[in-house]
C-alpha cells in the first residue's frame, strides 16, 4: 500500500496517539491531528490528507457532521470513522454522511490496515 498522509479526529489525546502510532507502524504519516469536528473541518482544508480518521462524539460537533461537511466540500475525501459505538443506526448514520469505513474501538493494527486497504483500493477503481 502507497504510504498516506492521514488526519487523526480525535477529542481523546490517548486515542489519537494510538491511532498514530498504528499508522506510523503501517508506514503512513500522521499530518495533523484535530480534537473537534469544527477543527477537523478547518484541517483538512489546510493540509489536504489522503485519509481521515474520524472519531464519532467529540465536543462542538460530532465526527458524523463533520464528515458530511468535509464530503460535500471535497468529494474525494476517504473518511474512515474510528469509534466506540457500535449501534448500526450510528453506522449507518455515517456511511451515509460520507464515510467510507468503520472501526471499533479499541482497535487491532490489522482491522486497521485492512480498513484502510478497503478505502483506498474504492478510492482507485473510483479514478
Do not use: W
Amino acid at each position: 500500500m502507497t504510504p498516506l498522509n492521514v488526519l487523526v479526529v480525535d477529542d481523546s489525546m490517548v486515542a489519537a496517539q494510538l491511532l498514530k502510532r498504528a499508522l506510523e507502524e503501517l508506514g503512513h504519516k500522521v499530518v495533523r491531528t484535530a480534537k473537534s469536528g469544527l477543527e477537523a473541518i478547518s484541517a483538512y482544508g489546510e493540509c489536504n490528507p489522503d485519509l481521515v480518521t474520524m472519531d464519532l462524539t467529540m465536543p462542538d460537533m460530532d465526527g458524523i457532521e463533520a464528515t458530511r461537511r468535509i464530503t460535500h466540500a471535497y468529494a474525494d475525501a476517504q473518511i474512515v470513522m474510528v469509534s466506540s459505538h457500535a449501534q448500526s443506526t450510528m453506522v449507518m448514520d455515517a456511511l451515509k454522511a460520507g464515510a467510507k469505513g468503520y472501526i471499533l474501538k479499541p482497535f487491532k493494527t490489522d482491522r486497521l490496515r485492512a480498513a484502510l486497504m478497503r478505502v483506498t483500493s474504492q478510492a482507485m477503481q473510483l479514478d
